[in-house]
Nanobody, 129 residues
Framework: QLQLVESGGGLVQPGGSLRLSCAAS????????IGWFRQAPGKEREGVSC????????NYADSVKGRFTISRDNAKNTVYLQMNNLKPEDTAVYYC??????????????????????WGQGTQVTVSS
């Protein structure tokens, strides 16, 4: 059974950092890409970042570019989202999702939510002083 588990969320002051983890299990194939999404109260879900199955393609939303870094450790079946210089507007529940077969993304492109086949339960990130 496919399962994604996010961790690493919490409360942080503006300007602080957090590292989110997305651990995958139950996957019978390893060619899965990961997307990070977030949803704040009263707002639509927003794509944050994505990484291809090989790790060779990484893209970011304009709102987080230069502050967030996505990476993956395939030996640990884990994808990370390093978030630096956090702002109050980054406050949201963060979700990771898996998409099979995406070995490459064009520059600036991440798949749409409906293309992902497995989702985690989310982790809360709150940026507040």
């Amino acid at each position: 059974q496919l399962q994604l588990v996010e961790s690493g969320g919490g409360l942080v002051q503006p300007g602080g950092s957090l590292r989110l983890s997305c651990a995958a299990s139950g996957f019978t194939r390893d060619d899965y890409a990961i997307g990070w999404f977030r949803q704040a109260p009263g707002k639509e879900r927003e794509g944050v970042s994505c990484i291809s199955s090989t790790g060779g393609s990484k893209n970011y939303a304009d709102s987080v570019k230069g502050r967030f870094t996505i990476s993956r450790d395939n030996a640990k079946n884990t994808v990370y989202l390093q978030m630096n210089n956090l702002k109050p507007e980054d406050t949201a529940v963060y979700y990771c999702a898996a998409e099979f077969g995406a070995t490459y993304y064009g520059e600036g492109y991440c798949s749409q939510p409906y293309e992902y086949v497995s989702w985690g339960q989310g982790t809360q990130v709150t940026v507040s002083s």
